[in-house]
Nanobody, 127 residues
Framework: HVQLVESGGGSVQAGGSLRLSCAAS????????MGWFRQAPGKEREGVAA???????AYADSMKGRFTISWDSAKTTMYLQMNSLSSEDTGMYYC??????????????????????WGQGTQVTVS
């Protein structure tokens, strides 16, 4: 039974930083694709960043240079370090995963259709 549990959201001033965590459990595959998505009020959910089991990463254009996705295998936890936050980064952030598959192309990695498991989300508010 795969579970993804996000944490680390909160309120921060513009220009500040936050680090989100996604604790993963219950999976058995060595190959996977994991990602972060966000949904701003009144907008569709969008891809933020993705991480392949081979260590490769993908980012949405607006996050490049500000956000960093990473994986701690000892803690089986994925992180999203977010710097230089602005009000446009406000939203609910979700982690997602698919096991037994790789991320594929950048567009696939940042799309939502191939992800099977989702966390409950963590709120980020930038003012």
């Amino acid at each position: 039974h795969v579970q993804l549990v996000e944490s680390g959201g909160g309120s921060v001033q513009a220009g500040g930083s936050l680090r989100l965590s996604c604790a993963a459990s219950g999976y058995t595959y060595s190959s996977y694709c994991m990602g972060w998505f966000r949904q701003a009020p009144g907008k569709e959910r969008e891809g933020v960043a993705a991480l392949d089991s081979d260590g490769s990463t993908a980012y949405a254009d607006s996050m490049k240079g500000r956000f960093t996705i990473s994986w701690d295998s000892a803690k089986t936890t994925m992180y999203l370090q977010m710097n230089s936050l602005s009000s446009e980064d406000t939203g609910m952030y979700y982690c997602a995963a698919v096991y037994g598959n790789r991320c594929g192309s950048r567009s696939t990695a940042l799309g939502q259709s191939d992800y099977y498991y989702w966390g409950q989300g963590t709120q980020v508010t930038v003012s």
